[in-house]
């Protein structure tokens, strides 16, 4: 092999690979086989070019050329049915046989009838070179100027087809390859005639051999850049690096093998050494050096394909994480407008989220610009069942309201991106056609789609939390409300009493026959009553008063021998009241006042229970009653507690005891639990209970300070 026959080498492996990758991306569509068929017509025009170099004898050369010939002439056959094909068909007889018979039938036959008259030679490369490389030459015969005719026409069909096919094709990726494929494809067609026609001006000047060599090389380039970046068949990261590692491969393997060749050929005829030994060394030498850099070679390609996908993955991966934090509504949607105009570099970006109430999607910055599911019923449907990144043209234009259409128009919209959570339409954004003019790419698209599930996830979430959030104020207001009323039925039912009571005496007092001492006796029960009614604001007052918390060190046996004393002075029965001091902490920090009147209130509900035994437990004697209050450390609290041994407090009645107004007691207000939990709550601690006949404990939980 020599060094001329380089670049068809490079081409044949471009050229073999994207046809084997194109075949095998979808062995069994229509459009895969006739493409890699097309394809690979040029990998036999690169593998003819490559013979024809190598072989040293013009008989075989010449063989070879008119094979060229043939794959050359055959071209223009296959270029009209790619054109009818790709990247969609829109005529039915395209598909039958008939059509296909009927485009190659023509270019054939004329080949047939082409022999054995040659219009293909070949020449040497120099006078020095054993190598030949080929040419046409023109005749006026019949079958050759036919030949030529009939490949014009064909090449003018097929860019004819493919440019009336662009107003037909939907999506802009679609419009791109076909645009591109078709320009690409005619620039190629001129290159090569030029080439041709002013053949004997260019021997003048520059090489024909390079000039025929840099197109086919140009031609395999071609296929190559739109396989990878318009994306015509899907070829994924990995493959793309194979495919440039491979071509880069054969570069290096085909300067070894040159280099192996003459280095072999020279020992050969200065040492006289075995020329096959010292290659097969010579190769398992290269090998090994060879492998080092073949992995440098792939790491290098897949760093710089993947640079981009790198970053975004990385991008991608910090938005997520992100995205699992609450944001309200605003605020989440502009985080999520702000990624996708850094990594998309996308121009305008309108959203429109969906309400509820009035089954429209509204603007979120423009509250008057409303989109009706009503009047959009086809476009919103469709959007759902194609559930990923849509482009406009995906959609059936001529169904979507004009309105709509319009207002497209207007903001260059290029991509909708849906956010769908279990087949219900979340909310919609927009984008206007990207920055600096660019398209948006498959890949990018499918980034969109990839994101937009995302995105639906964690609404949906956001609006779970904030209609739990809703609904705990709503259930929040509205316990409120039930104690406000509850509270305030009990404060009526409480004045109602009183009031009754100094309401009869008043009438009493009115009547002249009472005797004085019946008047006293009145005068005394609306004073009792005046003074419950004064008790009752009182607690009250407490309960709703907004209280102040004066921190201080507070000696806890102080604060117990305080409740105690104030206990005795109603204790008229000899009940025990003992304290239990098991913490080191003998001094902590609160608000000795609250805390001690809290204490004060269990005391007397304490002693209230004992008495309560006491007088219906005929079992039960009253020196047996007993009052305890403890303090100690646990787990980082100090615990008092306030035990009895009392009446109990019935299972039914459950935690309503710290509800204002409620009471068992006759003479009681019903106030008195409500502000010791209110107290304890202050004070930042919790207070509980256990309770069955014969014994009470309340347990007061305050952190340690």
Request: proline residues 2%.
């Amino acid at each position: 092999m020599n060094i001329y026959s380089l670049p068809a080498l490079i081409s044949f492996t471009i050229n073999a690979s994207v046809a084997l990758l194109i075949l095998m991306d979808d062995p069994k569509a229509t459009l895969n086989k006739w493409f890699a068929a097309f394809v690979a017509l040029f990998a036999f025009w690169n593998l003819s070019e490559i013979l024809i170099l190598n072989v040293h004898k013009s008989g075989n050369a010449i063989f070879i050329a008119q094979v060229l010939y043939r794959i050359i002439f055959i071209v223009p056959a296959f270029f009209v049915i790619i054109a009818y094909k790709f990247p969609r068909s829109f005529h039915k007889f395209s598909n039958s046989l008939l059509f296909y018979f009927i485009v190659i039938l023509l270019p054939v036959v004329l080949l047939l009838l082409s022999f054995p008259t040659f219009h293909i030679q070949t020449i040497r490369l120099n006078s020095e070179s054993n190598s030949f490389y080929y040419k046409f030459y023109f005749k006026n015969s019949l079958v050759f100027l036919s030949q030529l005719i009939v490949s014009i026409i064909y090449f003018t069909w097929g860019l004819i087809v493919l440019l009336r096919k662009i107003s037909k094709l939907k999506t802009i990726k679609h419009k791109n390859q076909t645009l591109f494929f078709a320009v690409g494809f005619f620039a190629i067609l001129i290159l090569f005639a030029l080439i041709n026609i002013f053949r004997s001006w260019f021997e003048q000047t520059v090489s024909f051999y390079l000039l025929s060599t840099l197109l086919t090389f140009l031609i395999s380039l071609f296929f190559l850049y739109v396989l990878l970046h318009y994306k015509i068949f899907q070829v994924n990261k990995i493959i793309k690096s194979g495919i440039i590692y491979s071509t880069l491969s054969s570069i290096v393997l085909a300067i070894y093998f040159l280099i192996i060749q003459s280095t072999s050929l020279t020992v050969s005829k200065y040492f006289n050494i075995n020329s096959f030994f010292f290659t097969t060394i010579l190769i398992i030498v290269l090998v090994f050096l060879m492998r080092p850099l073949e992995k440098l070679l792939q790491n290098k390609i897949d760093n710089f394909l993947r640079k981009d996908f790198a970053t975004y993955r990385h991008n991608f991966s910090i938005f997520t994480k992100q995205l699992q934090e609450y944001k309200s509504l605003n605020v989440f949607f502009e985080f999520v407008k702000s990624f996708i105009e850094k990594n998309f570099f996308t121009g305008e970006i309108i959203l429109f989220i969906y309400d509820d109430d009035s089954s429209t999607f509204h603007n979120e910055i423009h509250p008057n610009e409303i989109l009706s599911v009503k009047e959009n019923k086809y476009f919103f449907k469709t959007l759902i069942e194609f559930n990923r990144a849509t482009e406009i043209f995906e959609f059936n234009i001529t169904k979507i309201n004009k309105d709509l259409l319009d207002y497209f128009d207007r903001h260059n919209i290029q991509i909708i991106v849906p956010f769908i959570f279990e087949e219900k339409l979340l909310a919609i954004i927009f984008i206007a056609e990207k920055k600096y003019a660019d398209k948006f790419t498959e890949d990018e698209i499918e980034k969109l789609t990839i994101m937009s599930g995302e995105v639906s996830l964690a609404f949906h979430r956001n609006q779970m939390f904030e209609d739990l959030q809703r609904k705990i104020k709503d259930r929040y207001r509205l316990e409120n409300l039930a104690s406000i009323g509850q509270m305030t039925a009990g404060i009526a039912h409480e004045i109602r009493n009183p009031l009754n009571t100094i309401s009869l005496s008043v009438q009493t007092l009115k009547k002249k026959e009472i005797s004085e001492d019946d008047k006293n006796d009145l005068m005394n029960y609306i004073s009792e009553e005046i003074n419950r009614l004064e008790r009752i604001l009182q607690d009250f007052l407490k309960l709703s008063k907004e209280r102040k918390i004066n921190l201080s060190k507070v000696k806890i046996e102080n604060l117990f021998d305080r409740v105690i004393l104030a206990l005795e002075r109603e204790n008229n029965k000899n009940i025990k009241i003992n304290k239990f001091i098991t913490s080191n902490h003998y001094q902590f920090i609160t608000d000795e006042d609250i805390l001690y009147q809290s204490l004060l209130n269990l005391g007397m509900n304490a002693f209230d229970a004992v008495m309560e035994r006491c007088e219906t437990d005929a079992s039960f004697k009253c020196k047996d009653a007993e009052i305890k209050f403890s303090f100690s450390d646990k787990n980082n609290f100090h615990i008092i507690r306030v035990e009895d041994n009392g009446i109990g407090i019935r299972k039914e009645t459950g935690n309503k005891i710290f509800d204002p107004f409620f009471t068992t007691k006759e003479e009681g207000t019903g106030l008195g639990l409500s502000i010791v939990n209110n107290i304890i709550g202050l004070l930042s601690g919790t207070i509980t209970y256990k309770s069955e006949f014969g014994k009470t404990e309340f347990i007061i939980k305050l952190k340690l300070n």
